[in-house]
């Protein structure tokens, strides 16, 4: 029986990890240099961060460690390393499945002749399946699990499955930043602090310098005081607290008061885009542009509503959206740690209904990260942040245009990016949509960067895929048809990788549950 609350948070070690941690980081070289500031989730937050971003320009094609694009320098270099949070209980249990050799997924490419060793693993007969296992959390009603056998409330749960074995999100934003302050107070305060530094994967890694600077800037942001334009209060309201941050950017939540009743209120997300270090008023306002003709022509339940793009009195471009107050995938990840099976499941394929559908109309994200997927407090994910969104294809073409140089943040950003070649943008996202679920389902980056030379993890990757064992972190995933489709979203070859329909019409896609909220958008 598996746990669905909102476990606390512990510092064990699963065993993969153990296994990773075995194998020493290569000292932080490049990856450390470019490691990038995180958002923060609220105003009383420091941006949590992860170890390795690196948020590179689109058509920067120098190495990581000499990033040329200037939001790079929002996000300062760690090499410190801090705990990670693990749930206490394995509450990842899922089942187990035997599934024959042929057994792969369903319209994954052939490989090319060179590449025949190198394909989506097929499942070990040997595993087992249970009844138990398969269902992969306990059952039952919001109620049940409100206390503890001695009668004390147990803190709300995130996840459960009804009765009827249709599965819901409970996802207060606001408590998992108090949650997720706490745990910086506690770092700050020097508690916990030793445990778990020199874990080279962690979600957790490096956070006190962006502790220093998120202060800092805090700081300076309360002299300006909050957006003050008038359009912009009399159109959506004024604009409030701080939800998140971006790099040269906040986002802060608008509150407009419903006319016909005043006790309602309307909330919406506010984007406030800053001027990059050496950006020019043109620039500016073509980056701006482009991101809002994006992503104000998308329409999905799984991508972020843009509904507007104002200036603020201080001829600042504002971007206002519907608002997520679930917050984002990130910091759902770093203050509960790995997910449960069927909520991981739940969130990847509502990902990957949104690629599918950008893909669809022509464009790629190129920046896919836990930070930009935003959820309801229902759990329905959204894609946003089209800042380095491209259109590979215009409406009047049929074929996608190649592209080139490096672009998103180090653990995401897909091999073939690294090359001098051009490459598919729509490879790249599905890439890191496969690092995303991995981040979900084990609570940590699969590796720093993609790079064989650079990165052992990685290189361990591709070794273990090709053979018979596997690799440790994705044979963690035990149903036979979930590793397959990994393996092969995560092929380092992009033009045998599967495509977001591929995925969504794989054995495994076909079976995920999508919860109501994910399926509607709400
Ligand atoms: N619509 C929204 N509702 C709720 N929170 C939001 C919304 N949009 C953004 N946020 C919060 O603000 C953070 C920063 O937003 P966003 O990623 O769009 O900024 P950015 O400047 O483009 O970031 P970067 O360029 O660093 O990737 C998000 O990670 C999220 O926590």
């Known amino acids: 029986m598996v746990s669905t609350t909102n476990s606390p948070a512990s510092l064990q070690l699963q065993p993969h990890q153990a296994q990773l941690q075995q194998s020493p ?108 296992e398969r269902s992969g959390m306990r059952n039952g009603s919001k109620s049940e699990a409100s206390k503890k056998e001695d009668g004390t409330p147990l803190p709300p749960r995130r996840f459960w499955v009804d009765e009827n074995g249709e599965h819901q999100h409970m996802l207060k934003g606001v408590k998992r930043q108090e949650k997720l302050s706490d745990m910086v107070r506690d770092f700050l305060g020097g508690k916990k602090k030793a445990h778990h530094e020199d874990q080279p994967l962690s979600l957790m890694s490096n956070w006190v310098d962006q502790i220093k600077n998120e202060r800092h800037r805090m700081a300076s942001d309360q002299k300006g005081g909050p957006n003050s334009a008038v359009t912009l209060v009399e159109k959506y309201g004024k604009c409030q607290e701080i939800v998140g ?93 790995k997910l449960e099976v069927a909520e991981a499941d739940c969130y990847f394929l509502q990902l990957m209904r949104g690629v599918e559908y950008i893909h669809e109309m022509g464009v790629a994200h190129r920046d896919l990260k836990p930070e930009n997927l935003l959820l309801t407090t229902h759990g329905a994910l959204k894609i946003t942040d089209f800042g380095n969104g491209e259109c590979f294809r215009m409406a009047w073409e049929t074929e996608a245009h190649m592209t080139a140089g490096l672009c998103g943040s180090a653990p995401y950003i897909a091999p073939e990016e690294y090359t001098d070649k051009e490459f598919d943008p729509r490879a790249v996202d599905v890439w890191a949509c496969g690092v995303i679920y991995m981040a979900m389902r084990t609570g940590r980056h699969l590796w720093r960067i993609a790079k064989r030379d650079d990165d052992e993890f990685y290189e361990n990757y591709i070794r273990g895929r090709k053979s018979e064992e596997g690799y440790a972190p994705i044979e963690t995933l035990h149903r036979a048809r979930c590793r397959n489709v990994i393996y092969s979203i995560l092929d380092p070859i992009a033009s045998r990788r599967i495509s977001a329909h591929q995925v969504l019409n794989s054995e495994w896609g076909k079976g995920i549950k999508v919860c109501r909220a994910g399926e509607e958008g709400l």
């Open 25 to 132: 980081v290569p000292p932080a070289s490049s990856t450390s240099s470019v490691t990038s500031l995180q958002k923060p989730q609220d105003a009383l937050l420091p941006p949590p961060s992860t170890p390795f971003d690196a948020p590179l320009v689109n058509g920067d094609t120098t190495p990581p460690s000499t990033t040329t694009r200037p939001t790079a320098h929002k996000k300062p270099t760690f090499t410190t390393r801090l705990s990670r949070m693990f749930s206490q209980k394995d509450s990842n249990v899922e089942s187990r499945e035997s599934t024959p050799r042929s057994s792969i997924v369903e319209k994954v490419p052939e490989p090319t002749p060179e590449e025949g060793s190198d394909r989506p693993r097929p499942a070990n007969p040997s595993r087992t399946s249970s009844k138990t």
């Open 245 to 337: 941050r971006g790099a040269f950017g906040i986002v802060r939540i608008a509150h407009k008061t419903d006319p016909a009743d005043a006790k309602h209120e309307q909330l919406y997300a506010v984007k406030e885009f800053r001027r990059r270090p050496q950006e020019d008023a043109k620039k500016y306002s073509k980056r701006l542009n482009s991101e809002f003709c994006i992503s104000s022509s998308l329409r999905h339940p799984n991508i972020i509503h843009t509904l507007d793009l104002l200036t603020d009195a201080k001829g600042d471009f504002c971007e206002v959206m519907e608002f997520c107050a679930g917050g984002d995938l990130y910091s759902l990840v770093l203050a509960n740690g």
